[in-house]
Nanobody, 121 residues
């Protein structure tokens, strides 16, 4: 069972920055579209960003201009650089693979265990 591994979460004050990482296989990092989702306390999981196979990106309105997603093929990592953090960014952050983008199935899969981000005022 393939599973991604997130890291880099922690506690930070509002206005600060964090960089999340998601470890995956080289094939996935090179060939697949990948996403970041987040789930706040008591809330639903929602899309944060998408990095498509062609390198184009999508960001939720709530994080656009503050978050940047990228891939490091040498290190087999997907990253999410988060800046100007707000208390409402507090959530567990997950990465996942767009399985259809690289012929591994349909929908999103290979969810990691998540990494906690806590932003205090």
């Amino acid at each position: 069972q393939v599973q991604l591994v997130e890291s880099g979460g922690g506690s930070v004050q509002a206005g600060g920055s964090l960089k999340l990482s998601c470890a995956a296989s080289k094939y996935i990092i090179k060939s697949c579209g990948m996403v970041w989702y987040r789930q706040p306390p008591g809330g639903e999981r929602s899309l944060v960003s998408m990095l498509r196979r062609d390198g184009s990106t999508f960001y939720a309105d709530t994080v656009g201009g503050r978050f940047t997603t990228s891939r490091d093929i040498d290190l087999n990592m997907l990253h999410l650089q988060m800046s100007s953090l707000k208390t409402e960014d507090t959530a567990v952050y997950y990465c996942a693979v767009d399985l259809q983008s690289c012929g591994l199935g349909s929908g999103l899969g290979y969810w990691g265990q998540g990494t906690q981000v806590t932003v205090s005022s």
